[in-house]
């Protein structure tokens, strides 16, 4: 009888950890604007695409891309804007820093507060020296061009190994009563 219930605790415990798994599907918080750059680092002088992504409520709006030099330098900051879209896509082109060094895109929204991206100017013949990010109100990084933001931390893996602990020791106390039972039996 004990048996059968440690086995039922186990089912819906394993049932209530399901629905955790596509918790952050979501888009957090709804109605924010993504921004990213058409690559992750460009050569002085080169075409750069600027692009947020609303939603169709941006529809109209003007947004301000500002560009800025991360790190020590003195760099006046680049200012670029664009009407959003119906459909709340707003893209503005400029021409890459003369400055080699990593670069802020950032746009400043109602919703999401500072949402921004980066890129890098690289002289010929060297390597990036970062990867496109994009950070809504401070949250964790996603995959530029339309990635889900992430936000606050993925709880399915815990949740996951708790249930495996909890029912790996139900499966010792089990087993240690049987002995105990089998033993005073003879």
């Known amino acids: 009888m004990l048996k ?10 394993a049932v209530a950890v399901t629905p955790v798994a596509t918790a952050h599907a979501n888009i957090y918080p709804p109605g924010c604007v993504d ?30 891309f500002t560009i800025t030099l991360t790190g020590a330098g003195q760099v006046t900051p680049i200012v670029v804007s664009a009407l959003a879209d119906a459909s709340g896509l707003a893209v503005a082109t400029i021409t890459a820093p003369q ?11 109602v ?6 991206s980066s890129f890098a100017v690289n002289l010929p013949n060297s390597t990036p020296t ?3 990010t994009t950070t809504p109100g401070g949250t964790p990084t996603t995959t530029p061009g339309g ?14 190994t708790g249930t495996a602990l909890l029912c790996t020791g139900l499966g010792f106390v089990l087993v240690a009563r049987r002995r105990r039972h089998t033993s005073s039996a003879a």
């Open 4 to 13: 059968r219930i440690a086995m039922l605790i186990c089912a819906v415990l």
């Open 35 to 64: 921004v990213f750059t058409d690559a992750s680092a460009y050569a002085p002088g080169a075409v750069v695409t600027l692009t947020a992504q609303g939603t169709p409520a941006d529809g109209g709006l003007l947004i301000t």
């Open 99 to 109: 400055t080699p060094g990593s670069y802020t895109v950032t746009i400043t929204t």
């Open 111 to 116: 919703n999401c507060g500072v949402v921004s």
């Open 130 to 132: 970062t990867t496109p």
């Open 147 to 160: 990635g889900i933001p992430r936000a606050g931390s993925d709880s399915q893996s815990w949740v996951v």
